[in-house]
């Protein structure tokens, strides 16, 4: 990879778009008393890495290297977190109403074996519309 | 400050984040990246635990604990980690792929524990 202008600018719009999606994706469940936070991340890491995947494995001669780059790089990867995770994981070991370390745990793996495998159905996806394509 | 200027700074640290997080990947040599976004991720946890920590203790009020982990969500990913490790599994390599997820997830964890834990400590102490 190589920084060049292009690509920070892409980055930059991709992280802030990303970031103010994930952000308003918590705003609204709380709004709607949904779920709390954490089940929010949840939700916003799998659609991530099962978008990401399909990105990586799908034809994409037509889009220039600055795009993807900020489609995946920025957005994408802006919009999956991992810091919440960690985050919502202290939260629940360190709170007396946050559900204690099995809580945690139960967390923390069901947002690494969950996100895993969307990523592999996004992958499978992106060579599905590949093999479509040729 | 608003709801929507909270909103708002909250997605900008994000987007700077994001361009932290490709500089600190672009700038190693080729085929560190890996270990370049483990690095990210386990930073980014630590200063997610370290916020918490300090609201935790009145050291900081909290809008800036939301201004950290803010910057802290745009830095790290779970995305790229979770497709590295899908690639992985997809070439055969299940305990390789599963390792990578394993280690970005319990670095993250346990540097967030270590970011809530010594700050305290140290304020406190």
């Not at chain 1, 795009?67 to 919502?88: K, M, N, R, W």
């Not at chain 1, 990523?119 to 479509?132: D, E, H, Q, Y």
Request: hydrophobic letters at 60%; aromatic letters at 8%.
């Amino acid at each position: 990879m190589k920084l060049n202008a292009r690509s920070v600018v892409a980055v930059f719009v991709g992280g802030l778009v990303g970031s103010a999606a994930r952000l308003g994706l918590t705003a609204a469940s709380a709004a709607l008393e949904f779920g709390d936070n954490s089940a929010v991340t949840l939700v916003v890491n799998i659609l991530g890495s099962f978008t990401l995947g399909v990105l990586v494995s799908a034809p994409r001669a037509a889009m220039p290297e600055w795009l993807f780059t900020g489609v995946s790089v920025g957005f994408l990867a802006s919009f999956t977190t991992l810091s919440a995770v960690s985050a919502e994981f202290v939260t629940a070991v360190t709170d007396t109403n946050g559900g204690g370390l099995y809580i945690g745990v139960a967390y923390a793996l069901s947002n690494l074996v969950f996100g895993v495998f969307a990523a592999i159905v996004g992958l499978r996806a992106g060579n599905a519309m590949s093999k479509v394509r040729s | 400050m608003t709801t929507f200027g909270v909103f708002a700074l909250c997605a900008l640290l994000g987007a700077v984040g994001a361009v932290a997080r490709y500089a600190v990947t672009a700038v190693l040599p080729k085929g560190a990246e890996a270990t370049g976004l483990l690095i990210v991720n386990a930073s980014g946890s630590l200063l997610a635990g370290a916020a918490l920590g300090l609201a935790h203790i009145g050291a900081i009020d909290s809008s800036a604990a939301l201004a950290l982990l803010a910057f802290a969500a745009g830095f790290t990913t779970l995305s790229t980690t979770a497709v590295a490790a899908a690639q992985s599994i997809g070439r055969g390599q299940f305990w390789r792929g599963l390792g990578i997820a394993a280690l970005h997830i319990a670095g993250g964890v346990m540097c967030a524990l270590a970011g809530y834990n010594v700050v305290g400590a140290f304020l406190v102490a």
